[in-house]
């Protein structure tokens, strides 16, 4: 029996993909869409315009090249050179798995499956209606998971603030924390159905 050639096996995907990411829209994520893993809009579903959509597949591309390779070094260099913390600095367990971005836009989920593939997943700043709020104007939440490691921390967060000390930053981020732990979730297991779907996908030099 002979397999069906990459782009092939992309296509016929793609009607399947397609379909679930539009049936999985609601009014806590209104965008969800896949990129290829230099920006290109694989499959979206959305009621803003083309253009709009090209905008938010760039950033998004943008802001995972920013911040994934972040949280791992930063954290590991800031722990102390002991055994229990061995695990930390090791290159593969620490790998980004995901990152959460609370900008003006919204709140905006990136996740790099295993095919290579960044799921993206927006939905609207929690409390917010129409405007932004002052706070969002002036900080940038960032949300970046890991996997799993033996000391439980699955989730590290990084807090950019223009005003205010770092302490009053968190917390005040963390007000919201039921709308964007909420998306955050959904945004997640959309993920996970994704990777079990895409598993073995193997991108053209063409669809890249």
Same mark, same amino acid.
């Given at each position: ?102 900008? /003006? =836009? *919204? ?5 790099? @499956?295993?095919?290579?593939? #960044?799921?993206? !997943? ?66 997640? /297991? =959309? *993920? ?5 779907? @895409?598993?073995?996908?193997? #991108?053209?030099? !063409?669809?890249?």
């Amino acid at each position: 029996m002979t397999s069906n050639p990459p782009q092939s096996q992309t296509m016929l995907l793609s009607k399947r993909i397609s379909t679930f990411l539009q049936n999985n829209i609601s009014p806590h994520l209104h965008t969800l869409m896949l990129l290829t893993p230099t920006g290109k809009l694989l499959s979206t579903s959305s009621s803003a315009p083309a253009s709009v959509l090209r905008h938010q597949g760039t950033l998004a591309l943008s802001l995972w090249t920013l911040y994934s390779p972040f949280p791992a070094q930063t954290v590991s260099d800031a722990l102390p050179p002991n055994g229990e913390s061995s695990h930390a600095r090791n290159p593969t367990s620490r790998e980004t798995k995901s990152i959460l971005i609370q900008m /003006e =836009l *919204g709140i905006m989920v990136i996740r790099l @499956l295993a095919c290579g593939l #960044l799921f993206v !997943a927006i939905g609207p700043a929690p409390g917010v209606s129409g405007t932004t709020t002052p706070q969002i104007q002036r900080e940038g939440l960032v949300s970046i998971s890991q996997p799993a490691s033996p000391d439980g921390g699955h989730e590290r967060e990084v807090i950019r603030s223009g005003e205010g000390s770092e302490t009053a930053s968190v917390r005040s981020a963390r007000g919201g924390g039921v709308g964007i732990s909420g998306m955050r979730r959904q945004a997640e /297991e =959309l *993920g996970k159905w994704l990777e079990g779907a @895409l598993d073995g996908l193997i #991108l053209s030099t !063409a669809e890249r």
